[in-house]
């Protein structure tokens, strides 16, 4: 089943292959003169020219038979053997054949050499259509030419012309075209006389030509005609004879038109070859040449040649209504077609081009005004930093600068004088530092137009022209003095305030709110019992640990959210030894981002000894109290002022007050009392 499958997909494929691919089709074309004979070259042209608009697939094979300059029976017998060898294994599916010689040769030995093929012909001279062979297979086009017509207006255009000379030769399509012409003698009118020349030299035809010329008209047929070691075709012996006489010569064959024929009805090749092929494409089709016929000459309008009219005196008026006059002067207005499509189409092109042109000028000045805008743009940006800006060519001169580098070195820098100066000076002493090799950001000292050296920041960078290349260097001055004076300040600050916090008898510290060490002084350490502050912080990794009691911790912390200011009050911590000590603490919260707590910080005060002291005076004081209210007598103490301080806590005798009214009481108002 599977290969059934593959068999019909095989069969449709090459269905649609050979469908699609038209099948070659072979045509012979037997030319009986040569290759450059104008008449055989025309009837080729038609020929060619409708196969090719044909559509079809045609391979047009031409033999031409040269039976204008060589014998024809030998000729005929030497074409016979060649063709039978030359297209024994090639097949052909029509013949065309032009003319005379091929036209016989192929009634003779084309049964032989091509047979059942069918042949078209044209250019058939003095042939009736009855006498055609092989009808069966064979349809053309018969040569005929109206000798009437035209020697009617020959003799219209020169009235009293009574003798008609027809210049020929005997070739077989000479005696042919001499024979039709014969055959209308009957018919001129019966005092006129005619005479055949077909046997003569080159100086003879001359001769006998001018000998003739007062009363004659010539018709010429065309033929070759051996001159010493030369070939002279039937334009070149028509030129000769009509330069040398000027006498009227007429013809029926438009090939000859422009070489000193005057004109008449005219058999063209190239209407021949397109009639003969289209019969051709026809018989091709599948018609029977046999139910086409015999036809004569495609009918043409009259032609003529302006410049032998005018030799020749003959008025235009006596031409025929639909004649055609060629190799006329063309008026101002006219000209030839081929030249007016060339003018115009160049004008198209030309005017394409110059809209381009215009187009593109306009781009390139829209661009030329962006770039300025962006140049001045950039101008202005450059001279509004107050960074010192400059950039260099590929060379290493300087090609610009802004306005704070100008400043900077007290250089002119606002005008292409100034800047072919500035380039000038590539090389100053002051410049030296900006063409230090290193690149990217380095630290150097540039002097500046004050004398002094200051310490910068040179930022350098290399940038790229339009082709990817480098250009040159872009520098930025950066000054750090301001900033190096700053860290120099802050560094002695920080030294001063290290020293205070190393050497202070206070302890300062700084926790996270959690309780952890941020910091801690010596004082502090030393304080707590521990050697330093990297021991106190180990042992103690939060400060928490250090509280005698976790409720003075809870209450600092308690303090600390709700005081914005500095707390301060007695808490008693646990030295490392394990004993307690007083300390007064004076602590503050500082608050970072969103009011959020950042650390706490604040400095211990040791006041264990000095409470102790307290402790101690105010058990002394109590003492001493004591004493003095066990004594009956007035007791009494005073300052300098005789202010009394104190005394005995009994009655005054004297003054009959207490202690706490006359305390800080001078003498004499005691006494008053």
Known sequence: MRSI???????IFCTFAHAG????????????????YAWSDNIFEGIRETFQSSGKNIYLQVEYMDA??????????????????????????????????AYDFINQ?????????????CGVNDVAPEAVPMRDRMTGILEEFDVLENIAMAMRFHPGKKRLVVIGD????????????????????GDMQVEFLDDFTLEELIGRVQAASGDSIFFFIPFYKDVGEGVYSAQDLLEIVWRTTGVPLYGAWEFLLGHG??????????????????????????????SIPVISSPKEPPK???????????????????????????????????QFWTIIISLLILSMVLVILVINIWERKQIEIRIKNQLSFLRTLMDTLPLPIYFTERSGAIAGINRAFGQWFALPWDSDEDLQTLKSGRFDSRFAPLFDRRMDSYETQIPHCDGSMRPTVLHKATYADALGENAGIVGVIYDISDRKLAEDNLRAAEEKYRTIFENSALGIFQTT?????????????????????????????NISTLYFQQSDRERVVDMYHKTRGSIEFEVLFRTREGTVITANLNARAVRGVGDEFSHFEGFVEDITDRKAAELALAASESMLQLVLDTIPQLVHWKDRRFHILGYLDQPDPVAGGTRERTLGVAKEDTLQQ
């Open 21 to 36: 691919v038209e099948q070659k089709i072979n045509i012979l074309y037997l030319n009986s003169y040569n290759n450059g």
């Open 513 to 541: 709110p959690d309780g952890s060490w941020i910091v801690a002084n010596p004082a502090l350490a030393r304080m707590l019992g521990y050697a330093g502050p990297d021991e106190l912080i180990q042992s103690n990794p």
């Open 170 to 189: 005997q070739s077989l399509t000479g005696v042919a075209i001499a024979n039709q012409v014969r055959a209308r003698v009957p018919e001129l009118p």
């Open 109 to 121: 030995h084309g049964a032989q050499l091509f047979p059942d093929v069918p042949v078209v012909f």
């Open 5 to 11: 499958a593959v068999f019909f997909l095989v069969l």
């Open 68 to 101: 204008k300059r060589y014998e024809e029976t030998r000729l005929s017998n030497i074409l016979f053997d060649y063709y039978k060898y030359k297209f024994r294994n090639t097949d052909f599916d029509l013949v065309v054949v032009s003319d005379n010689h």
């Open 304 to 338: 003529f040649d302006y410049q032998v009219l005018m030799q020749l005196g003959i008025n235009q008026k006596l031409l025929p209504p639909d004649s055609i006059v060629v190799n006329g002067p063309s008026p101002f207005y006219s000209i030839n077609r081929h």
């Open 261 to 290: 024929l005057v004109g008449g009805k005219m058999v063209s090749g190239f209407a021949h070859g397109r009639a003969v092929a289209e019969m051709g494409l026809r018989v091709l089709a599948g018609e029977s040449p046999a």
